[in-house]
């Protein structure tokens, strides 16, 4: 009896510490982010959509700023591009990216189809905000998934 307690012992310390390895190398890396300005006026009808959104108060994404929208040659859409590399051996689920707003920045377009990153994989993430035309394009980008059900979060600062 007492071999089979130390054998059993000894799996459950071996499945725990294997566990927390699984856990503590559960990360996905920022490779790379690219950004892309267009000016609102090129996308025009979006633009309007947007601004009768904002108006209706039934705009879906995160409102940076409350104030009404000028017109479309005032403001600009930079999309940014995350290439994410998940080194885990588990898929990380609700992948998304999330923008930390400046001062000219007024929504971040919301994104609602849920996005999974495999294991051992890369994959591509996008988020676009609507600011001022004469803004730039740095902003910090935090990468926010989950593993296992437990919260993660990766921060990089990007753009030009």
């Known amino acids: ?21 699984l856990f503590l190398n559960a ?17 025009q009808d979006y633009f309007d959509q947007i ?18 929208l ?3 040659e005032s403001y600009q859409f930079l999309t940014y591009n995350v290439r994410l ?4 051996f588990v898929t990380a689920d609700m992948v998304e990216v999330q923008i930390t707003p400046m001062e000219g920045d007024v929504v971040q ?5 849920p996005k999974s990153l495999p294991r ?6 996008q988020a676009t905000i ?6 730039h394009s740095v902003r910090e980008l935090s990468v926010t998934y989950y593993i296992w059900g437990f919260p993660f979060i990766t921060k990089t600062t990007s753009g030009r």
């Open 51 to 68: 601004k009768t959104q904002l108006a209706n108060s039934c705009f879906e994404g995160t409102v940076f700023n409350q104030s009404p």
């Open 109 to 113: 377009i919301g994104s609602f189809a």
């Open 27 to 43: 990360n996905i890396t920022v490779e790379q982010v690219t950004v892309q300005a267009t000016e609102a006026v090129v996308q």
């Open 120 to 125: 051992q994989s890369m994959g591509d993430i």
């Open 1 to 21: 009896m007492k071999p089979l307690a130390i054998t059993t012992t000894i799996l459950l310390i071996l499945a725990l510490l294997g566990a927390g390895w």
């Open 85 to 88: 590399k998940n080194a885990a």
């Open 70 to 72: 000028g017109e479309s």
């Open 130 to 135: 609507l600011t001022d035309a004469n803004m």
